[in-house]
């Protein structure tokens, strides 16, 4: 690849990356509905036509947006580490990142955005699931796979098995905060619900 190239490649990706950063912000600020093309031409500091020329609409410029976001805390959250730990101490720790993630302000801000538009945009719904539940399950299922293998767990379909984890780690926790419901808040420390969803998960899939 040529020197020039290489100089356009960087322009594109950092000119992209300018845009997606001004749309986050009038994402946050204002939500799907209220953030207008010309907001986002203000905060991104560059024209309307540059952003077109990367993003169509508003809609596919939030897809984008919601799948990088995404896709960069499942990474930084959804890892095994050390495999030669004890079953109950790899998914305690992965289960704690998780229900930290899923619960935070800024995913429940997200998730209640992705609600109001998925049905009229699935693309960005399917951008959300794809880059962040999807993405977890990819990593979480080889290694219960590898436990069900080894006799550890149960055999069973790896992929549900991750997504009832999943499930279990924020019972009690997300539903009440995702549907702004504080008469329904658990009575669970985050510690203790994760604790509680995993034996509850292994109690159902340990080997006997």
Request: charged share 25%; aromatic share 10%; hydrophobic share 40%.
């Amino acid at each position: 690849m040529t020197e020039a190239l290489q100089t356009n490649d960087l322009y594109d990706t950092a000119k992209r990356q300018q845009i997606l950063d001004g749309a986050r912000q009038c994402f946050v600020e204002q939500g799907f509905d209220g953030a207008s093309m010309n907001d986002i031409v203000k905060a991104a500091g560059v024209s309307k036509g540059t952003v077109y020329a990367y993003f169509p609409s508003k809609e596919k410029l939030f897809e984008a947006l919601v799948f990088q976001d995404r896709r960069r805390q499942a990474e930084q959250t959804i890892y095994i580490g050390d495999e030669n730990r004890p079953i109950e101490e790899v998914l305690y720790d992965l289960g704690l990142r998780m229900c930290r993630l899923i619960t935070s302000d800024e995913t429940i801000a997200y998730t209640r955005m992705i609600m109001a538009v998925a049905s009229k945009f699935p693309d960005v719904g399917a951008a959300f699931y794809e880059a962040g539940p999807a993405y977890s399950i990819s990593k979480i299922a080889p290694y219960l796979k590898k436990k069900m293998d080894d006799g550890t767990l149960e055999q069973a379909d790896p992929e549900h098995a991750a997504m009832q984890l999943g499930e279990l780690v924020h019972c009690g926790l997300l539903k009440p905060k995702l549907f702004a419901s504080p008469k329904f808040k658990s009575k669970l420390s985050v510690e203790e619900a994760v604790d509680a969803g995993v034996k509850l998960f292994l109690r159902g899939l340990a080997k006997k």
